[in-house]
C-alpha cells in the first residue's frame, strides 16, 4: 500500500525557489514539506559548468534571512560556491525537504490538493510549484538538426571546455549562456558563435547590483528597464574574450547538415560539435491534470498566484511570476508575498 502523507503547504521544488519559499512558510509557522527530485541539496547550481560565474558579488546573491559568504580568489562566485551556501542554507532553517521524490501528478480531490509521487502520495491545502526550469532544456526546430553527424549538446549537458580541447564548436544562441560558454571554449577550441540577432553587450560597469536596482525599481513602478542598455552581462571571462577578439557573433544559420551549418548565402563551416544554449522552458508538467493553462499555453497568474485556482502558486520562473524572481537575492520578496497570501488563505 502506498504511502500517504499530509500538509499544509506543499512545495514541490528544492533549489533557491523553495528554499525562499520553505524560510517565509517556517516564518510564518505553517505545517509544510518540501518535494525534491534531487538526490542532493543545491538545486540547478550543482549541474552547471565548471567556469560559470554569478553575475553579482555574494552580498547580491543571498537568499531571505542568510547572506551568502564571500568566496575567496575572486568577487563573483562560482556554481559550486552557489550550491554549497544553498545545502547550508537549507540545514540552517531546519527545512523539510524530502530526496529523492519526483511529483509526477497534481489533482484536485476530497482532501483538497493532491501530490502523486514516486514515492507516495500527498495531501495538501495549498501548493507552491518552485520546479524551475533546469529540466526542460529547448532546442530550437532548425531544419537538418538530425541529420548532424558530430555531439550535439545543450547548456543543461555541458561541463567543462576540456570536453572539446582542439575541436571545432558552434555555440547557438545569444544569451548570457551563449556568451560564456562560447568565452569559456574560446581559449582551446575553434569556436563559432551564432547568434539571432547581433549580440548587445550591457555596459562593463552593469553586473547583477545594478540589474537587481532596476528591477526594484520596475516593482516601485518607474517602468524603468535594461532592454534598451542590451542583453548580455560582460563578466570578466566574457570581457577578456570579446576584447582579445576571441568573442565574435555570426549570423544565425539556415539549417545544419551532416557536417555542419550553413547560412542562407550558401556558406558551410565543417564542426566536431553544436552547444544548444537555447534556454528553457517552465518545469509544470505536474500540473497538467488540473488544465490550468491558458490557450497560448501559460498558466495565467496574479503576481504568483493561478487565477485558475487560488491555492497554487508558481515561483521562481521569471518575470512572469514576480521580477527577478528567477534570481537567487529577487526571489525571496516573491517568496514573501506568495507566503503572506497562503497565510490568509488558510486562516
Partial sequence: MSTVRHARVLVVGGGQAGLAAGYHL?????????????????????????????????????????????????????????????????????????RSVRVERIERGPHGLTARTDAGTWHADALVMATGTWERPFIPAIPGTASFTGRQLHTHGYRTAADFTGRRVLVVGGGNSGAQIAADLAPTATVRWATPRPPRFLPDDIDGRALFDLATRRVQGDGTGISTLGDIVAVDPVRRARDTGLLHAHPMFERLTPAGPRWSDGSTWECDAVVWCTGFRPDLAPL??????????????????????????????????????????????TARTAVAEISGLLR
Avoid: C, N
Fill in 26 to 98: 517556517r516564518r510564518a509557522e505553517l505545517d509544510f514539506a518540501i518535494l525534491d527530485a534531487s538526490p542532493g541539496p543545491g538545486g540547478a547550481w550543482q549541474h552547471y559548468w565548471d567556469t560559470l560565474r554569478l553575475f553579482s558579488p555574494a552580498a547580491y546573491a543571498s537568499l531571505p534571512g542568510r547572506p551568502m559568504p564571500h568566496q575567496a580568489g575572486g568577487e563573483y562566485p562560482d556554481a559550486a560556491h552557489v550550491a554549497a551556501y544553498l545545502a547550508d542554507y537549507e540545514k540552517r532553517y531546519d527545512l523539510p525537504v524530502q
Fill in 288 to 333: 497538467a491534470p488540473l488544465a490550468l493553462r491558458a490557450p497560448g499555453g501559460r498558466i495565467p497568474t496574479d503576481g504568483t498566484r493561478s487565477l485558475q485556482d487560488g491555492r497554487i502558486h508558481l515561483l521562481g520562473y521569471g518575470d512572469w511570476t514576480g521580477p527577478a524572481s528567477a534570481t537567487l537575492i529577487g526571489v525571496g520578496r
